[in-house]
């Protein structure tokens, strides 16, 4: 069974352009994560989806980032335009489970180096 | 709000010796602890979870952990360590009705040989 795939594995670009990341959950699992890790600090909570419909959106940090999640599937994450604090390690994760049982669960890709210039 | 101060960024260890990464949390209601461990170039993985009972909860690859409710605490522990540990080490909590995890700035634990 393949694991959470994430795309790419790395992005260098320039202050002012814009990147998409790519998550791809482990397949049936409903629920997906966003985390970032900003220069070597904590791992912080981006957003929640459940298949389609974002369910908690309060971490995202500011309206340049856009998170969708078409047909339940993979999701991506863009942000629009990208400034030098974005820069950090984006982590996805998915679940299988339901309810309280969804972090029990929980199983993370190997995150995107995402370096803004 | 719930904060985890995991207190050493830095855990240089030699091999076959004992280690404890500390973690500390502040959250008013009852939690859910968990423990995971990034190797070089590899996602997050989890080493193990305390949800309820038994307050010594024992993980994957001889870690072990003791919630101490009373000082705020999920200390991590392996009594032997080897070269194959050295990797970065997270602590997370989580509210009982939170769908998402609060997660410390992470230990890098460096075994010696």
């Known amino acids: 069974e393949a694991g959470v795939t994430q795309f790419p594995s790395h992005s260098v670009i320039e202050k002012g352009q814009t990147v998409t990341l790519r998550c791809d959950p482990i397949s049936g699992h409903d629920n997906l994560y966003w985390y970032r890790r900003v220069m070597g600090k904590e791992i912080k909570f981006l957003l929640h989806f459940v298949k389609e419909s974002k369910q908690d959106e309060s971490g995202m940090p500011n309206n340049r980032f856009l998170a969708e999640r078409t047909g339940g599937t993979y999701s991506t994450l863009k942000v629009q335009p990208a400034e030098l604090e974005d820069s950090g390690v984006y982590f996805c994760?998915?679940?299988?489970?339901?309810?309280?049982?969804?972090?029990?669960?929980?199983?993370f890709g190997s995150g995107t180096q995402l370096s803004v210039l | 709000a719930q904060s985890v101060t995991q207190l050493d960024s830095q855990v240089p260890v030699f091999e076959e010796a004992p280690v404890e990464l500390r973690c500390n949390y502040s959250s008013s209601v009852s939690v859910y602890l968990f423990w995971y461990v990034q190797y070089p170039n590899q996602g997050l993985q989890l080493l193990l979870k305390y949800l309820s009972g038994s307050t010594l909860v024992k993980g994957i690859n001889g870690f072990e952990a003791e919630f101490n409710k009373s000082q705020t605490s999920f200390h991590l522990r392996k009594p032997s360590v080897h070269i194959s540990d050295t990797a970065e080490y997270f602590c997370a909590v989580s509210r009982g009705s939170a769908r998402q995890l609060t997660f410390g700035s992470g230990t890098q634990l460096t075994v010696l040989p």
């Open positions: 994760a998915s679940s299988q489970e339901e309810g309280q049982g969804v972090l029990e669960k929980l199983f």
